[in-house]
């Protein structure tokens, strides 16, 4: 079973849609975080979330973006109105406890057309 | 600032032959230093990490990477390549002041030649 579980693999998106891209950690993972890779680009850091609330945030993510862990299982990225450069692959991380290390899901592919 | 380079963007080796990928980083305190890999369509498999103590660390896939800190390097090796190791390679450095996060390096594309 994998450690972290993405859904959908991928999706496109029109341009000013909102998306929800969700991951499901397994139970013991206390921190989260979102990554995203530009094609051909390197892995950038987005949010990270504990306690249920935001850690830090990245610069990328501006007020388009939000996280929430609704129901303590589900960890999801909103993007409100996706823009052409929203275009990415999208990886939720997550990890037992501060400063190990973190197993990454397989990612979401998020095209915005 | 903290930062992570790969100076290789494309390696192509021959199968078979010993492999090294390398990674520097730049950061003021020690750093937790992770290799990850990525086979096409795939996420970021973990290889290996450095924490601290022995700097030679062995990893999965028969992978081994050492910390030099003189030269603040973490590079990869494999002592013989598979064609199943055809993948992007990332170095990472975990931040420990602060709030955790990875920085990832640009990523290496390995070619494996038949």
């Known amino acids: 079973e994998p450690e972290v579980t993405q859904t959908p693999s991928h999706q496109v998106t029109q341009m000013g849609q909102e998306v929800i891209l969700r991951c499901v950690p397994i139970?013991?993972?206390?921190?989260f975080y979102w990554y995203r890779q530009i094609l051909g680009q390197k892995v950038e850091f987005l949010v990270s979330?504990?306690?249920?609330?935001?850690?830090?945030k990245s610069e990328i993510f501006d007020d388009q973006f939000s996280v929430e862990r609704p129901d303590g299982s589900n960890f999801t990225l909103k993007i409100r109105s996706t823009k052409l450069e929203d275009s990415a692959m999208y990886f939720c991380?997550?990890?037992?406890?501060?400063?190990?290390?973190?197993?990454f899901g397989q990612g979401t592919r998020l095209t915005v057309v | 600032a903290q930062s992570v380079t790969q100076p290789d963007i494309h390696i192509t080796v021959s199968e078979g032959a010993s492999l090294e990928l390398r990674c520097n980083y730049s950061?003021?305190?020690?750093?937790?230093l992770f290799w990850y890999v990525q086979s096409p369509g795939q996420g970021l498999q973990l290889l290996l990490k450095y924490f601290s103590g022995d700097t030679l660390v062995q990893g999965i896939k028969g992978f081994e990477a050492e910390f030099k800190r003189s030269q603040s390097s973490f590079n990869l090796r494999k002592p013989s390549v598979h064609w199943s190791d055809a993948a992007e390679y990332f170095c990472a450095v975990g931040t420990t002041s602060g709030t955790y996060k990875y920085i990832f390096g640009t990523g290496t594309r390995l070619k494996v030649l038949a």
């Open positions: 139970s013991n993972h206390l921190y």
């Open positions: 979330f504990y306690n249920n609330e935001i850690s830090e």
């Open positions: 991380a997550a990890s037992t406890e501060m400063n190990t290390e973190a197993f």
């Open positions: 950061y003021g305190a020690t750093p937790y």
